[in-house]
């Protein structure tokens, strides 16, 4: 088991449907994270939160709307995706972010089918 | 470095034998290194992680290397196990006040032969 939960573990979504993911991590950590991976590939980073406040955007397309209702939680709103949108979507948290580079702590992730 | 596409390097190790797992990394200001394991059906677990300072640092039954000059990493795997059987990834990120910008190398397959 991770200290970092994500819900749902699956999820399957036409192009119309407006979804959210949900990541829940409870170690006090400041910075939080999405990262998409496809099938065979590595994760590669969509968005940071640092103190709750969005820092960086991989210029990820605007279907894609993360939100960050306090320290513990992360969301990311989905919309009008299309089907190569298909991934497994990883939430991570890291210690605060003041310290310069601390370990990544991952959840299993949401495995995501657009139709 | 770029992804070697559908096809992972895979390295095939007996049980209870050494492995080692090899990664280049790109950004000569990158000051923190990292590796993870990946089972099927879960995300990355951290292994071990690194500071530029530093070119060797131990862990339970795991060393991580670095070396800058040739912006070279890797792991040892002392003794391993079916368990250990898993995809690797190394990461890199540079010094940033905003978080880690890790960025995950294209990894490699580990397989235990028992």
């Known amino acids: 088991d991770t200290e970092v939960t994500q819900t749902p573990k699956h999820l399957v979504m036409g192009m119309t449907n407006k979804k959210s993911l949900k990541c829940e991590q409870h170690m006090g950590h400041r910075a939080m994270y999405w990262y998409k991976q496809k099938a065979k590939k590595p994760p590669e980073l969509m968005f940071v939160y640092s103190y709750e406040k969005l820092s960086i955007n991989e210029s990820v397309p605007s279907r894609f709307s993360p939100e960050c209702p306090n320290s513990s939680l992360l969301n990311l709103h989905l919309h009008a995706l299309q089907p190569e949108d298909s991934a497994l979507y990883l939430c991570a948290s890291s210690q605060d972010p003041d310290t310069f580079n601390s370990p990544l702590h991952f959840g299993n992730g949401t495995r995501l089918t657009v139709t | 470095g770029e992804s070697v596409g559908l096809h992972l390097p895979t390295l095939s190790v007996q049980e209870g034998d050494n492995s080692i797992i090899n990664c280049a990394y790109s950004?000569?200001?990158?000051?923190?290194f990292i590796w993870y394991k990946q089972e099927s059906g879960k995300g990355p677990q951290f292994i071990i992680d690194?500071?530029?300072?530093?070119d060797k640092r131990q862990g339970q039954r795991v060393t991580v290397l670095l070396n800058k000059t040739v912006k070279h990493l890797s792991l040892q795997i002392a003794a391993t196990q079916p368990g250990d059987s898993a995809v690797y990834f190394c990461?890199?990120?540079?010094?940033?006040?905003?978080?880690?910008?890790?960025?995950f190398g294209a990894g490699t397959i580990l397989r235990v032969k028992s």
């Open positions: 950004n000569s200001a990158s000051d923190y």
């Open positions: 990461a890199e990120a540079p010094l940033s006040p905003y978080g880690n910008k890790l960025v």
């Open positions: 690194i500071r530029s300072n530093m």
